[in-house]
């Protein structure tokens, strides 16, 4: 199916459209930074166990496979997307302001329930703005998107030196000033209008063209990348808290969270460099044996007398195990998956990530209740069933890509 044609208004670029769209990948992507690696050393600050942590990082992960699709299709029908993201985040602000509340065990996890649902879309529909401007206007993607890996960074090595002066407790000021800036940034942000065409999370268009995708390769593929990145759970959710349990400083935490980034980075540089005759099974082998690796030497860096040195080395493993999920997956949908299908093949694949992410997160708490560091081996086995069924749909690999 031809798109329509662009109307004139659409042809107009809007003034700095690149830049604009820098300065919201950079301010959208510091929440972030400072949520994923130090939202759960404030839980256990403020007194929660291993198992409650658990359920409130898993429970808005099984949330938003369901409401994010919802939400970006919302997007798409309005009549500028960039107004349904300045209301997302601001909605995003104000709910989390709730964490200022007397932190109970119910008021954290409605707030972080609340919180998943506005808060998710934000990058898929950054990412539908620049890629708008990519294609009407021949804007280049990666050097806007490169900016919210750079804040991410920034917020990891910042957060870090931050907390070493204040404590966890300044977590939920720090994601409410974030999304304060993030919010003043999407004032900013350019108007394009409707999209020619729903989005590539667009639920009708999961629910048309996902049969088609249903086939042995792209339904056992998509699993095992699922698994394999589900098998990171606990390291997303516990290994702050570990860290500082063996007295790392928050400073140190936030550079070792950064070194992992900058690792998946680098990837991304030199990956065709490297990989460009692997094929796309071969690279999911390498990156599920990267997080067999990882896993098997968390537990080890400490009592081997490694050091935090030992910790940096495992960090390096980002890059295989994280960075080269993400290009197999990606050049695996661009060998085999029509351009038409390549949303419905996206949202599929993000509803099996999150999803088995959510339920390994879920079980992590207990994990680390019980056995500690150790509780990373139990995430051998769960990257081996993602390793084996990678195994499977290599039986059934088309001979040849698709055209168009």
């Known amino acids: 199916m031809s798109l329509p044609p662009l109307s004139p208004e659409q042809l107009v670029k809007p003034r700095h459209f ?16 400072i949520h994923l690696p130090y939202f759960p050393l404030w839980l256990q600050a403020e007194g929660f ?6 359920v409130i990082l898993a ?14 299709a919302l997007a798409d029908r309005a009549k500028d997307r960039a107004n349904v993201y300045i209301v997302l985040v601001a909605a995003t602000m104000v709910i989390s302001a709730g964490y200022f509340l007397t932190p109970t065990y119910a008021t954290v996890l409605a ?6 649902i506005v808060w998710t879309p934000h990058s898929p529909i950054a990412d539908s703005l620049s890629l708008s401007g990519v294609r009407r206007f021949g804007s280049n993607y990666t050097a806007m998107r490169k900016w919210g890996s750079i804040s991410y960074l920034c917020a990891n090595i910042a957060g870090g030196f931050i907390l070493a002066w204040t404590g966890p407790k300044a977590v939920p000021a720090i994601i409410f000033v974030a999304l304060a800036a993030a919010l003043l ?22 629910q048309q063209s996902a049969p088609k995708l249903l086939n042995a390769y792209f339904l056992y593929f998509t699993l095992g990348v699922g698994i394999i990145t589900a098998s990171h759970a606990f390291l997303y959710g516990f290994v702050s808290i570990y860290w500082k349990s063996i007295g790392i400083s928050d400073s140190v935490v936030g ?29 999911m082998v390498i990156a599920g044996i990267g997080s067999i690796v990882r896993w098997i030497a968390f537990p080890l860096i400490w009592p081997l007398g490694l050091g935090v040195a030992g910790f940096f080395g495992v960090q390096t493993l980002h890059s295989v195990s994280v960075a080269m999920v993400l290009i197999g997956l990606q050049k695996m949908i661009g060998e085999t998956v029509s351009e038409e299908r390549t949303g419905a093949a996206q949202g599929i694949a993000y509803f099996f990530n999150g999803f088995f992410m959510a339920v390994v997160t879920l079980a992590s708490g207990p994990l680390y ?3 500690g560091v150790d509780g990373f081996l139990a ?26």
């Not at 995430?379 to 993602?386: N, W």
Request: charged share 10%.
């Open 49 to 54: 166990h291993a198992g409650q942590i658990a």
């Open 379 to 404: 995430m051998i086995p769960i990257a081996l069933i993602g390793l084996a069924l990678i195994g499977i749909a290599a039986r059934s690999a088309p001979q040849r890509p698709v055209r168009g």
């Open 255 to 283: 550079l070792l969270w950064a070194w992992g980034v900058v690792a998946e980075v680098c990837m991304f540089l030199f990956f065709n460099r490297i990989f460009a005759s692997v094929s796309v099974v071969q690279v």
């Open 18 to 33: 690149e830049l604009r769209m820098s300065l919201i990948f950079f301010t959208l992507f510091v929440s972030l930074g």
């Open 185 to 206: 940034a999407g004032l900013l942000a350019p108007r394009l209008g409707r999209p020619r065409r729903a989005s590539p999370l667009s639920a009708t268009d999961i």
């Open 111 to 116: 707030v972080s329930l609340a919180l998943t």
């Open 59 to 72: 429970a808005p992960m099984f949330l938003r496979v369901l409401t994010t699709p919802l939400l970006t």
């Open 369 to 371: 209740d019980r056995y």
